[in-house]
């Protein structure tokens, strides 16, 4: 199992140099890297190299890279550039020795769900062969407010794929969106789960937008983000989510994939990392 940190949910108004050593000190040691904040589509290889060798100096390794894009649209042009993206990314992916890019189940909403899983499966046939080729794996999530959001339909369409290289992610964060007990959806998901994101939020009742912190995962009552479910990602054990459920399920299902912590705390990124650790080794030793 290997435990990495969000690095650009966290530490992205910071010096990437230092950001790198600071995770370091608190004892992480590899990095979940997300797209559009150290990289994009203009970086280069040489750029994406110098990336390799600063994570490297720090004694770091780069578990997985999030990024993905609208692979469920139904405009043919958007997912022909989503398609195009995760490619790249896949290239970036072999220069960084990582072997796994997470992302979203994107690019539609609920009223459009039987078309967008067919836009969603047909990207995944056109990028398998890139994959495969490059021995990567990707881990999808249904997210909230996008076409899938409860866990076991997100799990459905997923192993409907057939395919070793796409597993599923499950995101603590948006537990309260995708159904009732982190455990039985964990079970449901079984082997098909590869990637776990940890960070706390709040039931969605009990979250008041307008007071929420800086970093706050829901923009609802923005036009574009029209339906988008109230969640948070807060550090660990500053929420409702029942993480002694979580982890029971990932010891029932024999969980041996990526665990990244990813709470939005761009105020003090040192101290919820460190805190983000403790937990998360707290609760993989069986204790509460």
């Not at 993206?85 to 796994?100: G, W």
């Not at 409860?150 to 992610?169: F, P």
């Not at 998901?189 to 912190?213: C, Q, W, Y």
Request: with cysteine.
């Amino acid at each position: 199992m290997d435990l990495a940190i969000g690095e650009g949910f966290m530490f992205r108004e910071m010096p990437f140099e230092k950001s790198l050593r600071e995770i370091s000190k608190v004892g992480f040691e590899s990095l979940e890297l997300l797209w559009g904040t150290r990289y994009d589509a203009k970086s280069t290889d040489d750029q994406i190299k110098g990336i390799k060798k600063s994570v490297d100096k720090h004694g770091l390794n780069v578990a997985a890279l999030l990024g993905g894009g609208a692979l469920a649209s139904l405009d043919a042009k958007v997912r022909g550039q989503a398609v195009d993206t995760v490619k790249r990314q896949i290239e970036i992916a072999q220069i960084l020795d990582c072997q796994m890019i997470t992302a979203e189940m994107s690019g539609g909403n609920s009223k459009q769900r039987e078309e967008c899983i067919v836009a969603f499966k047909d990207s995944i046939r056109e990028i398998l062969p890139s994959l495969e080729k490059a021995d990567i794996s990707m881990s999808f999530e249904p997210h909230p407010g996008d076409f899938i959001e409860e866990s076991n339909m997100g799990a459905d369409v997923l192993r409907s794929i057939k395919s070793k290289r796409i597993g599923y992610l499950y995101c603590c964060p948006h537990t309260f969106v995708l159904g009732k007990d982190p455990e039985t959806m964990i079970k449901y998901v079984g082997d098909l789960l590869n990637f776990v994101h940890v960070a706390d939020t709040h039931k969605m009742e009990r979250i008041i937008v307008s007071l929420a912190p800086r970093g706050f995962a829901s923009l609802a009552g923005v036009p574009e983000f029209e339906g988008l479910k109230a969640h948070e990602h807060l550090t660990p054990g500053h929420g409702e989510v029942p993480f002694d459920s979580v982890f029971r399920g990932l010891r029932k299902v024999d969980f041996d994939g990526i665990i990244s912590c990813v709470p939005f705390t761009l105020d003090d990124p040192v101290g919820a990392a460190r805190e983000s650790l403790k937990i998360v080794k707290k609760h993989l030793k069986g204790k509460r």
